[in-house]
Structures are given as structure tokens and as C-alpha cells.
């Protein structure tokens, strides 16, 4: 399932500009890593704050919903910004823009795809949810990210970004921590479910019972 996933997005994503031109596509790309990135920064501290403000009512499904709200509002500014900047669409020579505009193509599908992927540990879903194929139990740094870990390439992304001897000063992000953190979040929505569905079973035991 969790595979399908990813191979849809992936997919969808790839056939939505491998008809764009190269630099269309070299913009994309770029505009898709910053947003996730940007996201991903910011989306912790504004659940917090949304939390607190609802009074914990939507604790497990705001992760999710801030992340993906902040990305497309990044995606939308940084497009905007883009074609203010940059209105005239940059000409490449003939070879380059013919196999070079599918190949950043193919390229905004896979960030597309480990956006996604990453986007699933944040959902409220069971903690071994898709066969837990996201709680890496051989570590983050297992060698199957080509192929079925695309959110370790991006958790990988974002130690880059917020390495403090790299890119970023935010303070060092550990993949690995981030990851078993959501996956104890999963396990607590999971007794969470439960005790709500034994909860409404007793009341509805009860109206029977009357």
C-alpha cells in the first residue's frame, strides 16, 4: 500500500510536466524542495499553537493538515515570486530542452513522491500502519531509501537544511529521533481509538440494555 502510494504520486506527478519545457521544470523543482522544506520548519510550532487554541480537540490531525496547508502556500508564493522575477521563459538549445524538461520532470515527481511519503508518518493513522513500512526498524540510514524510503530522502534534506554547521541555525534535526517520535504519536492515537470505541460499545451495551 505504502509503495502504490508513493508509485501513484509518483507517477502523477511525472506525467503533469513531462510535456513542460526545461526551465518550467528546473523552476518546479526547485519551488517544491523550498516549500517542503519551508513546511516542514515551520509546521511544529503552528501545531502547537492550533492545538492549544482548539484545546486539544484535533491534537492528531493537525500535524497533517498544517503541513500540507503550509506547502501549498509556499508553492503558490514561491510560483508568484518566480514569475515576477522571471518573466520571460528562459530558451535552451533544441537537445537540452527535448530530453532535459522530462528529466526534471521525472525529478518533480520523485521530491513530489518523498513529500508525500514523509507527509504519512504525520497522518493519524496506526502506528505499523502499510505494513510499517514507515517506522524503519533498521534504521534511517538503511540503504533501501532508493527504493522504499523516499521520506528518508527527505528527512535526510532536512538535517541538511537545518544543520547548523551546513545551511541552516535552527538547531540540529535528527532524522532518526523525528521518525520514532511520530511512530509513539501513532501508537497513542491507537489507544486513544480504542479506548473512544470501547467508550461508545459500553454506551451503546447500555441503550440495548434499557
Known sequence: MYIAIVAVVFVAGWAMTVREGLWHN?????????????????????????DEASGGEYTYVLDILIFWALFALSILLLKTLGTSL???????????EVYGGPVFGLLCGVALASITAMSIHLAPLPKDTMGGAILHEGGVDSPSIVNTSPDLAFLGAAE????????????????????????????????VMAAAKAAWELKASRSESR
Open 160 to 191: 541538511i537544511f537545518s544543520d547548523p554547521a551546513g545551511l541552516g541555525d535552527g538547531g540540529e534535526f535528527d532524522a532518526g529521533l523525528w521518525v520514532d517520535d511520530y511512530a509513539d504519536r501513532r501508537e497513542r492515537f491507537e489507544g
Open 86 to 96: 522571471s518573466p520571460t521563459k528562459v530558451k535552451f538549445l533544441h537537445p537540452l
Open 26 to 50: 528546473l523552476l518546479l523543482l526547485c519551488h517544491l524542495i523550498l516549500a517542503g522544506i519551508i513546511a516542514f520548519g515551520f509546521y511544529q510550532p503552528l501545531t502547537v499553537l492550533a
